[in-house]
């Protein structure tokens, strides 16, 4: 699998049910969900979530280093019209910082927040770029933040977002099933756009109708063709996450793919 180093570029998500087991017989990184759930990042459960997560590190061997962090989301829009609303992003997003720098973790997966028929797509750009930039401002400059698609519908307004940003350390999380579920717009396009910013990549399929977390052959979409195009377009250093329930049908099906 030369598109995904197991030591250093191919995550799983905690997600799934056996990813302890694969990530142990892969060697592959972990992408944190625990704190997706924004009650973990308060006491008493804070801590807790912590020592299950180093717990994790040692058992499976992996090195924090090999992690990323995905934040809460639930409620939270960085782009909100109400200030109120904005500061609440503002400190669960400063948690989930935290919760990073406790942990050692040098990457964070956030969510746009972005609402269709809510905020107007200039208004989201604007207000995305002044919240991410205000929050990174004395994040030190190692540490990455890459913002995941969800409900947007084609991938420009991300463009031009990340564009006005321009800073190396904030990318973008391009999740697959997401563009493909919530977009006409065909994913491989969804790619060469945003290519220039892609850190991450979260990697599952459905068949454009809902957001399933399904094996990569069980959907609509070339996942052997959107990693090769990946390959060709994005920098060496992306990462990519597997971000299914059930990963051993996904994980059979890398080792099997002599072209990556």
Sequence with gaps: MNIINPMKNLHIATIGEDFAHWVKKTQSGLELDQFCMAENLDEPKYESCCKEIRRLFTDCKVSPEHAVLHAPFNELHPAAIDPLAKDLARHRMEQAYTACKDLGIAKMVVHSGYVPHIYFKSWHQEQS??????????????????????????????????????????????????????????????????????????????????????????GSMDILALLQQAKELCKPDTTYTVEVIHCGKVMEWLENQKNL
């Design 129 to 218: 770029v002044k919240f991410w930039t205000g929050f990174m401002a004395d994040k030190p400059v190692d540490f990455q933040l890459c913002i995941e698609n969800v409900l947007e519908d084609e991938p420009q307004m991300m463009a031009d977002m990340l564009k006005d940003i321009d800073q190396p350390n904030i990318g973008i999380c391009l999740d697959i099933g997401h563009a493909n579920c919530m977009s006409d717009v065909p994913v491989s396009q969804w790619i060469q756009v945003l290519s220039p910013y892609i850190k991450h990549f979260h990697l599952h399929n459905n068949d454009g109708s809902y957001d399933w977390h399904a094996p990569f052959d069980e």
